[in-house]
């Protein structure tokens, strides 16, 4: 009896969440902030979000902690090459979409050995974003895609990997939709790559 209560109980925690995703009423930002903010690591990667936020300016919608929505975002400088996009604010090589679909950890290594093998604009050094990386790519505005991207980049990777992770198995994404940075289980995630190439930038 109490083992359908519980099962009961969650289901309505689970659908609720649901709803409130749907209907804009849950931020995955603040709620994932108070499901783990115990841990020590995690503790530390919000302090890094923070830091990076006052330093470069960054982005985050609906996280005013984070600098925002009151800042701008970084002072990119985009480029179009070809398949690729170079920001002359960071230096760095992106891109323009990624990969075609969604991919979990373990695939990740797989597709930038690809990328590489295949010298893709001529290079064989692309790898995943730091979260700094990343997050620069964060627009103040929503461009016609429905995206906090410049619309240079391919609309279809909504939702990107950084390289930004903890020891327990927690890092860093980037949500293009919602126009943030999203903390939460790396290893049981799936989210498109968009490969940079440069000097790293954090």
């Given at each position: 009896m109490m083992k359908?209560?519980?099962?009961?109980?969650?289901?309505?925690?689970?659908?609720?969440?649901?709803?409130?995703?749907?209907?804009?009423?849950?931020?995955?930002?603040?709620s994932l902030k108070s499901l783990f903010a115990g841990?020590?690591?995690?503790?530390?990667?919000?302090?890094?979000?923070?830091?990076?936020?006052?330093?470069?300016?960054?982005?985050?919608n609906g996280n005013d902690?984070?600098?925002s929505p009151n800042s701008m975002g970084f002072p990119n400088q985009f480029v179009p090459q070809g398949d690729f996009?170079?920001?002359?604010?960071?230096?760095?090589?992106?891109?323009?979409?990624?990969?075609?679909?969604s991919l979990m950890y373990a695939k990740i290594e797989a597709y930038l050995r690809e990328l590489n093998e295949q010298k893709a604009g001529?290079?064989?050094d692309w790898r995943l974003p730091t979260l700094a990386e990343a997050w620069?790519?964060?627009?103040h505005d929503k461009n016609k895609d429905g995206l906090y991207i410049d619309p240079l980049f391919a609309p279809a990777q909504t939702?990107?990997?950084?390289s930004t992770t903890?020891?327990?198995?927690?890092?860093?994404?980037?949500?293009?939709e919602a126009g943030q940075p999203v903390f939460q289980n790396a290893w049981n995630s799936h989210a498109y790559i968009r490969a940079v190439r440069g000097e790293v930038f954090e």
């Amino acid at each position: 009896m109490m083992k359908k209560w519980i099962l009961g109980a969650l289901g309505t925690v689970v659908i609720s969440l649901t709803i409130a995703w749907i209907t804009g009423g849950w931020n995955p930002v603040q709620s994932l902030k108070s499901l783990f903010a115990g841990g020590s690591e995690t503790a530390e990667q919000y302090r890094l979000a923070n830091d990076l936020a006052r330093k470069y300016y960054f982005f985050s919608n609906g996280n005013d902690s984070w600098n925002s929505p009151n800042s701008m975002g970084f002072p990119n400088q985009f480029v179009p090459q070809g398949d690729f996009v170079y920001d002359k604010g960071t230096g760095l090589t992106w891109q323009r979409g990624g990969s075609d679909e969604s991919l979990m950890y373990a695939k990740i290594e797989a597709y930038l050995r690809e990328l590489n093998e295949q010298k893709a604009g001529g290079f064989d050094d692309w790898r995943l974003p730091t979260l700094a990386e990343a997050w620069s790519l964060l627009e103040h505005d929503k461009n016609k895609d429905g995206l906090y991207i410049d619309p240079l980049f391919a609309p279809a990777q909504t939702w990107i990997w950084t390289s930004t992770t903890t020891g327990d198995g927690y890092g860093w994404f980037i949500f293009f939709e919602a126009g943030q940075p999203v903390f939460q289980n790396a290893w049981n995630s799936h989210a498109y790559i968009r490969a940079v190439r440069g000097e790293v930038f954090e």
